[in-house]
């Protein structure tokens, strides 16, 4: 399956803001969504990768699909996955302009996600 790949990220931060200005490129999708997603409090580190396609209007086109996860354990990886695609539902629809949503109508999106743990402070 072809698709684009918009980003390689580290899933943190707040979910989007209502009042912000319409994306208008295909690279501006990547940090909308870095910016809205949280990743579930791991252990250890996994990575995870969704296939999903937009609808013209920004919201999620049928259903997301895992394409690749990697972690410690079972429980990791279903809770990883639950929070990706919850979070992806949560941060939709995007707000697109026109001409963006043309271009992203029913393309196929690859999204990696890396969760790291926090470290604790080290005293030196």
């Known amino acids: 399956m072809r698709g684009v790949a918009l980003a ?39 990575e995870i990768t969704i296939w999903f396609s ?13 394409a690749f996860d990697r972690a410690e354990d079972e429980n990791s990886r279903r809770s990883l996955a639950k929070a990706v695609i919850e979070g992806l539902y949560a941060c939709t629809p995007l707000h697109l302009t026109p001409g963006l949503g043309g271009a992203v109508a029913g393309r196929v999106f690859s999204f990696r996600f890396f969760v790291r743990p926090h470290q604790g402070a080290r005293d030196t």
Do not use: F, V, Y
């Open 8 to 46: 390689t990220l580290a899933l943190a931060a707040p979910a989007l803001a209502q009042g912000s200005p319409p994306l208008n490129a295909l690279r501006d999708l990547g940090p909308a969504l870095n910016n809205c997603l949280k990743a579930p409090p791991l252990e250890n580190e996994a």
């Open 54 to 66: 937009l609808k013209r209007d920004g919201s999620i086109n049928g259903r997301p699909r895992i």
